[in-house]
């Protein structure tokens, strides 16, 4: 890598990570144990990095973190070639996704408060709000231990499996949290960043509505799951494995 002298490699990239992390905190779309969070950069040869947060970002930095404490990893050998910091022992997950999908630029995990309910459920979210119309299905995987190489070979064959769906997707990890792919054959992996960030924060407050339709559901106040003003489905359909999205919705009619 060749980088102006007395600059760090990737600077601007990790920088922009770092604040990042303090908004997922401050936002509560993780906790303190933390997640964690990459996105695929190359150097002026063309040679493929990862831009990564380090492992206990959030337990012993409570996720403020400078930009020379994100790290710059070779794939495969999984090298820590710039930054302070040890690599999580869920770079697998990530090192397995980007393997699966070239155009993927951003891996983003994290440990969402409301989203939680739903993945430690084992139930799909259903999908309410206009704004997360475009994600389509929120599925919850099935379950796997952490860190392991069961659960990174599993998810890279779910995002096989959902093709250019994973340029923007969201899955739930079956209590473990949330994983976030975005991406696209010429997207800079910063603006795929900030969508994977745009993409934890509103599912977020879907996960609360979609709680609360399924309460309403309950007390018979609502006859099923409305989104723009269309029912999508019933609390029947969630309990047998349906993932419910707006298939008419106005916002997948439109360009990102």
Request: proline residues 3%; glycine residues 8%.
């Amino acid at each position: 890598m060749k980088f102006p002298a007395g600059r760090i490699p990737f600077e601007y990239e990790r920088e922009d990570l770092a604040k990042v992390v303090r908004e997922v905190m401050e936002r509560r779309d993780t906790n303190i144990v933390g997640g964690n969070i990459s996105i695929r950069v190359k150097d002026e040869d063309g040679k493929d990095y990862y831009v990564m947060t380090p492992t206990m970002m959030s337990e012993a930095y409570l996720g403020h973190l400078t930009a020379d404490q994100i790290l710059v990893i070779e794939p495969h050998t999984r090298k820590v070639v710039s930054g302070n910091g040890k690599a999580t022992r869920e770079i697998n997950m990530h090192e397995a996704i980007y393997d699966t999908n070239q155009d993927i630029k951003c891996v983003f995990h994290s440990h969402a408060d409301r989203a939680m309910f739903w993945a430690t459920s084992g139930l799909n979210m259903p999908n309410v709000t206009e704004a997360t119309q475009k994600l389509k299905e929120i599925r919850t995987l099935k379950w796997h231990p952490m860190c392991t190489e069961e659960l990174a070979q599993y998810v890279a064959t779910e995002i096989k499996n959902i093709g250019d769906k994973a340029l923007r997707n969201g899955f739930l990890l079956n209590s473990h949290g949330t994983l976030f792919t975005s991406g696209g054959k010429n997207m800079d992996p910063l603006t795929a960043l900030h969508k994977s960030l745009a993409d934890v924060d509103i599912t977020e407050y879907n996960a609360q509505v979609a709680y609360d339709q399924t309460i309403f559901q309950q007390m018979g106040v609502l006859d099923g799951y409305y989104s723009e003003d269309t029912k999508i489905g019933t609390w029947e359909d969630v309990k047998n494995g349906k993932a419910l999205y707006n298939k008419n919705s106005s916002q997948n009619k439109k360009g990102d």
